[in-house]
Nanobody, 116 residues
């Protein structure tokens, strides 16, 4: 059974940090590109960051460059999103995605709320 399980969300003050985790099971996650998406209130889902299968290349949305870092540990089948200098506009449900060619797997999402 394919599963992507996100964790690490919560309530944080502006300027704070959070680290999201995404644990993959039921498939060979090391052969998939992994990404984090988010969907804020009243907004469409947007791509936040992507990391290639081996972790050698990453890409970020302009809105999070320099503040967020995506990484992966293929031995643990886990992908991370380190989020620093959080802003209220980062408030969203964050989703983990695994992609290979036409195949996409999604997690259930974890809520991140940035508010004082």
């Amino acid at each position: 059974q394919v599963q992507l399980v996100e964790s690490g969300g919560g309530l944080v003050q502006p300027g704070g940090s959070l680290r999201l985790s995404c644990a993959a099971s039921g498939f060979t996650s090391s052969s998939y590109a992994m990404s984090w998406y988010r969907q804020g209130p009243g907004k469409e889902r947007e791509l936040v960051a992507t990391i290639t299968r081996g972790g050698g290349s990453t890409n970020y949305a302009d809105s999070v460059k320099g503040r967020f870092t995506i990484s992966r540990d293929n031995a643990r089948n886990t992908v991370y999103l380190q989020m620093n200098s959080l802003k209220p506009e980062d408030t969203a449900v964050y989703y983990c995605n695994a992609n290979k060619l036409w195949v996409d797997y999604w997690g259930q999402g974890t809520q991140v709320t940035v508010s004082s």
